[in-house]
């Protein structure tokens, strides 16, 4: 069985089109979870009550994208789940075609082809991929649906905005980092997953529309949370077999970015951000510990041993 999580605050004319068009083309018996992040009035959840069948999971207060979605994966049922947006459309058969994927017993999480909308002639995603340097990116932002997009392959990970998850690989990784809050936790939910032994493959017969122009420029507080999990996720993934060639592509990649940001006006909030995790230094080695010594009891692998990732 298919369970489909969507994760939603205050969008509500976009959740009930999303809610319309996964109604009109999922397989049957789809188990469908709006998870509530304390919307304002609970909007969110009467939007989702407005559709039979659908399960409302009701946050007390505002947490973050990925401490809802995994409220919501807690409370699923299905074998494979799909984190879905509420400001995306779902087109006919994407669930199906997808779904086949997981017949392959090593394949833990399936990218859909995600396209803007209304058009669907421009990429969103096409999977994700991370270069070594830390920087993780969709592939094909941007541009134009070609020849290039059309075919199957595996890829780093997906996208938390439209990601199938066979459930027992998320069970056995751990779900999304609650400490993110959102941004980038599905890059560091890929990492472990791609520790693990898991694959993500590519299937671009799963088509789905993405309102872009639904989201705003993120405001500085969220412009710095985006910086600071950015940083976070390069440091508690990346291998130390890797690090020594890491870290100097890394250092490129931040006098790169900044030079950006300063161009942008926005270099103050990204800083901020990077020094937000040397704050929370001890933390990060407690999580890098951790994870550790999760890869070594479960995974059977030394963390010295040479990297299995699909950079």
Not at 23 to 32: D, L, S
């Amino acid at each position: 069985m298919l369970s489909i999580v969507i994760p939603s605050h205050h969008r509500c004319d976009l959740l009930r089109r999303c809610l319309t068009t996964v109604r009109n083309h999922a397989p049957a018996a789809t188990e469908i979870i709006v998870v509530d992040d304390a919307s304002p009035d609970h909007v969110a959840g009467r939007v989702a009550q407005e559709f039979a069948g659908v399960r409302v999971v009701r946050l007390d207060r505002r947490r973050g994208f990925a401490v809802a979605a995994n409220a919501g994966i807690r409370t699923s049922r299905g074998a494979v789940v799909e984190m879905l947006n509420d400001d995306t459309e779902v087109q006919p058969g994407w669930a199906n075609t997808a779904l086949r994927c997981f017949n392959d017993p090593a394949i833990g999480s399936v990218a859909p082809l995600v396209l803007r909308w209304p058009n669907g002639d421009t990429i969103d995603s096409a999977g994700d991929r991370y270069y070594l340097g830390g920087v993780a990116q969709k592939r094909g932002h941007g541009q134009p649906l070609g020849p290039e997009f059309l075919k199957p392959r595996q890829v780093f990970g997906v996208s938390a905005a439209a990601g199938f998850y066979r459930r027992a690989a998320l069970d056995e990784v751990g779900h999304f980092p609650e400490s993110f809050g959102s941004y980038f936790e599905d890059v560091d939910l890929a990492f472990r997953l791609q520790r693990a032994g898991w694959r993500a493959m590519f299937e671009p017969a799963s088509r789905v529309l993405h309102h872009i122009s639904a989201s705003h420029g993120p405001s500085r507080r969220l412009l710095e949370q985006q910086s600071c999990n950015e940083e976070r996720v390069f440091w508690r993934n990346v291998p130390a077999s890797d690090l020594w060639r890491a870290v100097p592509k890394h250092a490129a990649v931040l006098a790169g970015k900044a030079w950006k940001r300063w161009q942008e006006g926005t270099l103050t909030p990204w800083v901020l951000g990077r020094l937000r995790l040397i704050m929370d230094a001890a933390e990060l080695r407690r999580d890098r510990h951790a994870l550790t010594r999760q890869i070594c009891s479960v995974w059977g692998v030394e963390e010295s041993a040479p990297s299995r990732l699909v950079i």
